[in-house]
């Protein structure tokens, strides 16, 4: 079982930044693609998914962005670290979310995943609160 412990959230104010780290406990963590979500305040009790955010290969050399971050977002990993990392700029009052980290056993290189399904494992969770 891989646990994943996300940090960094916080409360910032609209036009600012915030970096997410993600640290799983799995020592092969190159052979993960990982992934970033998130679920805005409410969208639970509405029965709506996690959103996707972003999501890198295995080695990082992939990566993809939903459409609502691009630009503004970047998914980095340091598998040395045994870390992968959301840099958020830019920050608006509609990225307040819990945002999750997630990852996927994957051993072929450049594949990455979108669809939350595709993916084993989950972090708890943490909350990014943007202020207008």
């Known amino acids: 079982q891989v646990q994943l412990v996300e940090s960094g959230g916080g409360l910032v104010q609209a036009g600012g930044s915030l970096r997410l780290s993600c640290a799983p406990s799995?020592?092969?963590?190159?052979?993960?693609?990982m992934g970033w979500f998130r679920q805005a305040p409410g969208k639970e009790r509405e029965g709506k998914e996690r959103?996707?955010?972003?999501?890198?290969?295995?080695?990082?050399?992939?990566?993809f962005y939903a459409d609502s971050v691009k630009g503004r977002f970047t998914i980095s990993r340091d598998n040395a670290k045994n870390t992968v990392y959301l840099q958020m700029n830019s920050l608006k009052p509609e990225d307040t979310a819990v945002y999750f980290c997630?990852?996927?056993?994957?051993?072929?290189?450049?594949?990455?995943?979108?669809?939350?399904?595709?993916?084993?494992?989950w972090g708890q969770g943490t909350q990014v609160t943007v202020s207008s």
């Open positions: 959103e996707f955010v972003a999501a890198i290969s295995n080695g990082g050399s992939s990566t």
């Open positions: 799995e020592r092969t963590f190159s052979n993960y693609a």
């Open positions: 997630a990852a996927k056993l994957e051993s072929r290189v450049r594949y990455y995943y979108i669809d939350r399904s595709e993916y084993d494992y």
